[in-house]
């Protein structure tokens, strides 16, 4: 089965392909590979270009920092490392006949605006490389992004063409006409269930324990599976492996601090960050008939990195936030509480100097709970999800034009929900059931193989092919994902590329676009089938001058088998009773211009889209779009270093209206001999109204100076310039004659500031 991407490739292409490199005998050739630091904390580098110097002979370092170039003439050459933010290194090597060399290459970081990178020889590189949708936007980059003060890593990717929100106080990523729950997020090789805290206003991750971030929009590879959607893949720093260093930040929304530094023959991270609401609130006298929420999160990484010999290394990292929310008085007593737990340990080994493999061990529990009285009304609800997997992949780097990966993935999931209404409280572990309650427990195994190989067809042609095969248990359902991306260099500045693949997945989210209070994940069992989708995807790559990227897509997604959550349904005891099963499909065109490199860095980016749903048993089985569907998208982010003390930056979007189910008419029962009764609100079609177009203007200074002798920033930041309060939704209030239309409206300006300290 793995080797099905191998076959396909040599059914492609003749014996021999003129314009191919030439190749050598095997003992004839010689191998480089090594590994790619930091010069000072010796922490790993991905996707570095390491090439020779007057050949087309090259690679990318991988989730690793690992590269290897096969396939290489003896003789002496010029050996050329270059990495965004540091200074381009150059070292003379001889190579033998026959001769594999391992490396270790160190590159020191310098300012953006003066590195050196030799873009010819780099885009000889990228040849060999198939990246559709794929976004790269450096991590230093992602940082200036803040919102109150903090950056955070789904705020950043909410300002690319492509990508929507709910609302300004979502962190939810609606990819492609694809919703939150159709992306695999994925850290150190961990899923995470829900990666955002309560409110949504921020993400779990720490931008301070991240030191990569990939994000593919569409047409990712066979290596990545069990989503419709994208893939966020998402890598923790190891740890500086020279000194210990410090970094803290103080604000007036919340507060974080980092340290790491050596340990054995490797390193450590942690990190922490938390909010302090709740502390604040403790000192305000209390009001029992108007209280004030009691809110707080925090979140914690943790990784520990060991080099048990040059070929082998071992990882193990943590993972952990919690949200919590009370509110007690004036008849209301309730209590929110979500938190993330994830683990992994992982082990990478080098066999010969070709093949790299990947052992991951992992685990994630997500619990989300909801419990309270209201006047005499007791409710609790509860999920949660415990997922423990296993993951191993290989690259074999076979030559200079052919590399080939595989792997498996197995999982045991086990789901818990519980609800009970006006009843004694029990909970999911206790395994009690009273009447009026919902006690659900279901367990799951998945397991999943692929095998996928990229392929340097001729110099200005590459493909890649792959397959991904799955089976769950649950469901009895055997699942195949062919993929196939194709890459052509049709000019020295202009590439074209295209994606095709089939994606499955058998996970379902209950949940409200509105709140993230309470989102729900259960499985696809017996009585649904799996939702999957197509992906067709052409893209237009360019380099119109130095440091810039200019590049197009247009995409065309099948939505099969999606869920839409009944609401109404009081008692469920299989999927099926949860969720409406439906079709739909998605389409639109981005444009994206993005500068790294300089005093002014950035992007712009435009998108169009269009999304349609359809399900037998909603807006009466007629076609409606979503209501995070946003027609028009567009995006500007800008910093600009004005000098060695002081940086500026700006962020603004400009969006179509979100759309909302407006009212035909009002329906009033009277009870027999009372003037009062109940009133509802007739719905008209479904989400067929849009609310008014959304906009903001987001500010931010960052002076750099000293504090006690050590590094510091002073960061300020003013969200939402010119206060636009845009609608987060709209209601009708029957209790009022005629009935009133009521706007729920975002927040206004939102000025902050805060000190960050590196010691």
Request: charged share 20%; hydrophobic share 35%.
């Amino acid at each position: 089965m793995l080797l099905l991407p191998v076959v396909l490739n040599a059914a492609l292409l003749p014996a021999a392909t003129p314009s191919a490199p030439a190749a050598l005998p095997q003992d004839e050739s010689a191998t480089l590979n090594g590994y790619v630091v930091d010069s000072l904390s010796r922490e790993t580098l991905i996707s570095a270009t390491v090439y020779l110097k007057g050949s087309k002979l090259g690679a990318f370092t991988n989730k690793a920092g690992f590269f290897t170039i096969t396939g290489i003439p003896p003789g002496t050459y010029t050996l050329v490392i270059t990495f965004l933010g540091y200074k381009t290194k150059e070292i003379s090597i001889t190579l033998a006949a026959g001769e594999s060399r391992s490396l270790r290459l160190e590159l020191t970081q310098t300012a953006v605006e003066t590195e050196g990178v030799d873009v010819v020889a780099e885009r000889e590189v990228e040849k060999r490389q198939i990246t559709i949708s794929k976004v790269n936007i450096p991590v230093e980059q992602l940082k200036q992004l803040r919102v109150g003060g903090e950056a955070d890593v789904f705020r950043s990717l909410q300002y690319l063409p492509g990508i929507l929100t709910s609302s300004q106080l979502s962190s939810g990523l609606y990819v492609r006409g694809g919703s939150p729950d159709q992306n695999l997020v994925l850290l150190d090789g961990t899923t995470v269930y829900n990666p955002s805290h309560l409110f949504g206003f921020f993400s779990t991750f720490n931008p301070d324990a991240i030191k990569d971030v990939e994000l593919i929009k569409g047409g990712f590879p066979a290596e990545y599976g069990g989503r419709l959607s994208a893939v966020l893949d998402l890598t923790q720093k190891d740890g500086n492996r020279s000194e210990f260093e410090g970094l803290g930040s103080l604000g007036i929304v919340s507060s974080r601090l980092s340290m790491e530094g050596p340990i054995g023959n490797g390193s450590w991270f942690l990190g922490g960050r938390r909010t302090y609401l709740d502390l604040i609130v403790g000192l305000i006298p209390e009001d029992p008939e108007e209280p004030l929420p009691d809110f707080r999160f925090y979140d914690v990484n943790l990784k520990v990195s060991q080099s048990l010999s040059q070929d082998d290394r071992i990882f193990a990292s943590g993972f952990m936030s919690e949200d919590d929310l009370e509110l007690n008085g004036a008849g209301i007593d309730f209590n929110i509480g979500i938190s993330n737990k994830t683990g992994s340990l992982r082990w990478t080994r080098l066999y010969g100097d070709n093949f790299f493999t990947t052992l991951n061990l992992t685990a994630s529990r997500y619990t989300n709970g909801f419990n309270g009285n209201n006047s005499g009304f007791e409710f609790e609800v509860r999920n949660t999800i415990d997922d423990y997997s296993l993951k191993g992949n290989f690259e074999w780097f076979t030559t200079d034009a052919l590399t080939i990966k595989g792997g498996f993935e197995a999982s045991r999931l086990s789901f818990g929900y519980f609800q009970n209404f006006r009843g004694d409280r029990t909970t999911v572990e206790e395994g009690e059931t009273e009447t009026g309650s919902t006690n659900l427990r279901i367990r799951d195994w998945t397991y999943a193989v692929y095998g996928q190989s990229n392929y340097q067809i001729t110099d200005l042609l590459s493909a890649q092919t792959g397959l991904r095969m799955s089976y769950i248990t649950l469901g009895d359902e055997l699942m195949a994902d062919p993929r196939v991306a194709m890459r052509y260099q049709w000019q020295e500045n202009l590439a074209i590329k295209a994606a095709w693949g089939m994606f499955h997945q058998h996970l379902r989210l209950a949940s409200n676009p509105d709140f993230t209070f309470f989102d729900t994940w259960l499985p696809t069992d017996s009585t649904v089938p799996p939702s999957r989708s197509l992906h067709y995807v052409l893209s237009l790559e360019t380099k119109p001058a130095k440091n810039y990227e200019l590049n197009f897509d247009v995409y065309y997604k099948t939505l099969d088998n999606i869920s839409e959550l009944n609401r109404f349904v009081l008692d469920a005891e299989t999927t099926e009773d949860v969720f409406y099963v439906g079709n739909g499909e998605s389409y639109g065109a981005e444009v994206f211009l993005q500068k790294q490199a300089g005093r002014l860095t950035g992007w712009v980016g435009y998108a169009v889209g269009w999304i349609e749903a359809r399900f037998d048993s909603v807006n009466q089985g007629r076609p409606f779009r979503p209501k995070y569907d946003r027609r028009h998208d567009a995006k500007l982010v800008l910093n600009y270093e004005l000098n060695e003390h002081w940086d500026i930056g700006a962020s603004f979007v400009y969006q179509s209206g979100q759309s909302y189910t407006p009212a035909t008419s009002q329906f009033q029962s009277l009870f027999r001999g009372e003037n009062e009764g109940t009133s509802l609100t007739i719905p008209a079609e479904r989400y067929s109204l849009r609310l008014p177009n959304s906009h903001q203007l987001n500010l931010n200074v960052n002076y750099k100076t000293t504090l006690f002798d050590l590094p510091a920033r002073l960061l300020i930041d003013i969200f939402n310039v010119y206060s636009r309060r845009d609608i987060w939704f709209r209601f009708y209030d029957t209790t009022e004659e005629p009935t009133e239309v009521t706007d729920v409206r975002l927040l206004p300006i939102l000025p902050t500031i805060a000190l960050e300290v590196k010691f």
